[in-house]
Every structure is written in structure tokens, then in C-alpha cells.
Nanobody, 124 residues
Framework: QVQLVESGGGLVQAGGSLRLSCAASGGMLSSYAMGWFRQAPGKERDIVAQINWSGGRTYYADSMKGRFTISRDNAKNTLYLQMNSLKPADTAVYYC?????????????????WGQGTQVTVSS
């Protein structure tokens, strides 16, 4: 069973950047499609971005396009999310997740393994 641990969250001013990491153990990251999701207080958990096993296919939610970059290093068993030009609306708990397969339309139900989340707070 894959265990996922996120890191890199914190407090940043609007316009700043953060890089989130998700370290996997108990399994090979290369066996999974990976995704980043986020949940703001009082809101549903939404997809941020996802990436297939090789990194050759990615998806971004519209509001993240051009600002966020998802990447993976299968040799290090680690997933990343580079977040630039952060806005207060990006404040949320960010989760990484692993899915046995990649679909062009993200579906959180496909993701079998989830991390505990890391808090990102963007101040205005």
C-alpha cells in the first residue's frame, strides 16, 4: 500500500511562490498517475492538477493554468507542485493522491491513496 506525505506548505504573501512535494513510500510512484487536490474551508475538494505515470500528460484546472506546474521524479518517488503568482483564493489544504490509471477528465474517485495534506495560506 502506498503512503503519501506532503510537505512545503506555509504562509506566503500574494504574488509569491511555493513548491509542494509529495513523497511516496511502500510502492513505486511510477506505477501510478498522480494528482494534487485542494480543499478550502467550507468548500469541496477540487482537482488542482494531475500527471500520468511518465509525466508526458498533464491536466490543470483552469484557474491554475499558467501559474502552477505539476511534475514528478519517479527515481526519487516524489511528486511536485510549483505554485507561482499565488492569490489569497489559493488558500487551502493541498493533498496529493495516487491513482492506478490516468483519465483525461479527472475523477477523484479514481484516486486510491491520499496524503494527509499540507496547509497553504496566501495573505493579501
Amino acid at each position: 500500500q502506498v503512503q503519501l506525505v506532503e510537505s512545503g506548505g506555509g504562509l506566503v504573501q500574494a504574488g509569491g511562490s511555493l513548491r509542494l512535494s509529495c513523497a511516496a513510500s511502500g510502492g513505486m510512484l511510477s506505477s501510478y498517475a498522480m494528482g494534487w487536490f485542494r480543499q478550502a474551508p467550507g468548500k469541496e475538494r477540487d482537482i488542482v492538477a494531475q500527471i500520468n505515470w511518465s509525466g508526458g500528460r498533464t491536466y490543470y484546472a483552469d484557474s491554475m493554468k499558467g501559474r502552477f506546474t505539476i511534475s514528478r521524479d519517479n527515481a526519487k518517488n516524489t511528486l511536485y507542485l510549483q505554485m507561482n503568482s499565488l492569490k489569497p483564493a489559493d488558500t487551502a489544504v493541498y493533498y496529493c493522491a495516487a491513482s492506478p490509471y490516468y483519465t483525461e477528465t479527472p475523477n477523484s474517485n479514481h484516486y486510491a491513496y491520499w496524503g494527509q495534506g499540507t496547509q497553504v495560506t496566501v495573505s493579501s
